[in-house]
Each structure stands twice: as C-alpha cells, then as structure tokens.
C-alpha cells in the first residue's frame, strides 16, 4: 500500500525550473515503478516520465526529452521530477503514480496508486 503526496508545482515563467517531488508513505518504495503524469485542461492525462526501482531505468516523452530528469531516492522514499526549460505547454496538474514490480509504462491504467497532484504553470 503506498500513499503518495506531490510538491513543488507553481506559478514560473517560461524558460525557468522547478523540481517536483512525490514523498511515498506507505511502504518501502523499493521495487516500486514511479511514473509521472499530467493533465492539462481539456485533455487526457499524458505520461510524461517513469523510472524503475533501482533508478537504472527511465523513460521521457517527446515533448519534455532534454529538458526534464527524473530521479529517486529510495532511502528518503521519494521520486523527483527535474523540469528545465519550461514551456507555457507545459502547463497541468502533475501526478505521480506507483506500480508494483514490472516495466516502466507511461501507461496510467498501469498504475495501482496516485497522488493528488500539483499545479504547474508557466506563464509570463
């Protein structure tokens, strides 16, 4: 059972940086795949990112390759989304998501547990 709480989103003009972070506190995040998600108004949820358990693994859309990083600390059970680079595109309610085991996937119906979300927007 894992509950995950996301942090970090907020208001950023274009072309500048925020890291979000999703704190797990259930159980141990090993052999947990982390995704992250967002969902902009009037669309469908998009996957954007997700690493496997060990870190050694991850998986970046298109839209945000060479300018997002994902990473996690196992220890601290939390995953962070490093966002460079912004774009007003950009802009939607980032989620995280578990799975346990398995492959990545940018796949929401994947997922077995989700946060809240947080707000990104990026405007001038």
């Known amino acids: 059972q894992q509950q995950l709480l996301e942090s970090g989103g907020g208001l950023v003009q274009p072309g500048g940086s925020l890291r979000l972070s999703c704190k797990a506190s259930?159980?141990?995040?090993?052999?947990?795949?982390i995704g992250w998600f967002r969902q902009a108004p009037g669309k469908e949820r998009e996957g954007v990112s997700c690493?496997?358990?060990?870190?050694?693994?991850?998986y970046y859309a298109d839209s945000v390759v060479g300018r997002f990083t994902i990473s996690r600390d196992n220890a601290k059970k939390t995953v962070y989304l490093q966002m460079n680079s912004l774009k007003p595109e950009d802009t939607a309610v980032y989620y995280c998501?578990?799975?346990?085991?398995?492959?990545?996937?940018?796949?929401?119906?994947?997922?077995?547990?989700w946060g809240q979300g947080t707000q990104v927007t990026v405007s001038s």
């Open positions: 690493i496997n358990w060990s870190g050694g693994n991850t």
């Open positions: 998501a578990a799975k346990f085991r398995g492959s990545g996937s940018v796949t929401s119906g994947d997922y077995d547990y």
């Open positions: 259930g159980s141990s995040l090993d052999y947990y795949v």
